[in-house]
């Protein structure tokens, strides 16, 4: 594992909590200026491989290195590189903004003007400077995650973490948060973000990574990781609820993957590879005399590509 052209390199990642394997085996490169969406169902293990990346977790197994230096036997030189922002915030809610700014600031060795200064530029650039006295626990969610966002780039890190950093924020504050995201991207910030969200991996990351149930199943580009899924999808919505295991019992047999039934949306969606298989999938639903409220047929979305990449697994108890 040579070559510092890479900000995050990890080998045959392997980690358990007693009899759970959280991690079965990853294997990650980030180039050095770039974006690397995570992407994963709850408990598949991407929570797991920031925290064995960002020196909290150790694995059991693999190897892994941020800018050359060793996660394991060089851990105090990874930490003075990066930067951490989780899925909840962790900024002392009894104490103002700039408070929380400067105290990590003063632990991570900066002088007493220094934390001060450096807390001054992060709350002007996250516009939090009209709040900065207030406690913390009187700020709206966004605000929360700007402070959290804000804290963990007083050490200028190269490298940044960021566990899920929208989970709950409404859609004006998640615009916010990423416009910051793609300012520190631009002067030279490493970003390894997870996420369920597939507009947030395909505005803000170079490639993505889909873990499940602990492996890498599929990396690529968005526009690789569809054409992986098929080059169309098929979406049928029948004129009955009921009638969803029927369509996709019918489709099952044609297409260039298993049919998906999406109950919340009333639809059957299927991957096709062409005019051939479109014509066959309308004439098997002719025949079964199934009574359908809408069909067309589009590329498909991340959002399909996750829930073909992905297993459906409802007691899932890792992160």
Known sequence: MTGMSYALRAEGLKKSFGATQAVRHVDLEVPAGTVLGLLGPNGAGKTTVVRMFSTLVRPDAGRIE???FDVVRQS?????????TGQYATVDGNISGRE???LIGRLLNLSASGARRRADELLERFDLVKAARRP???YSGGMRRRV???ASMIGNPRVLFLDEPTTGLDPRSRNNLWNEVRLLVAQGTSVLLTTQYMEEAEMLADAIAVIDSGQIVATGTPTELRTAVGGQVLQ????????LAA???VLSAIGSG????????????????????LTQAIGALAAAGLQLAGIDTHLPSLDEVFLSLTSDVPDRTTT
């Open 66 to 68: 941020v800018y050359g």
């Open 76 to 84: 105090q030189q990874v930490r003075t590189l990066i930067g951490l």
């Open 100 to 102: 929380n700014l400067y």
């Open 136 to 138: 913390v626990h009187t």
């Open 148 to 150: 959290d966002l804000a």
């Open 236 to 243: 049928v919505r029948p004129a009955d609820p009921a009638d």
């Open 247 to 249: 369509v996709a019992a």
């Open 258 to 277: 298993a049919p998906m039934t999406l109950a919340d949306d009333g639809l059957v969606v299927l991957p096709i590879g062409g005019e051939s298989e």
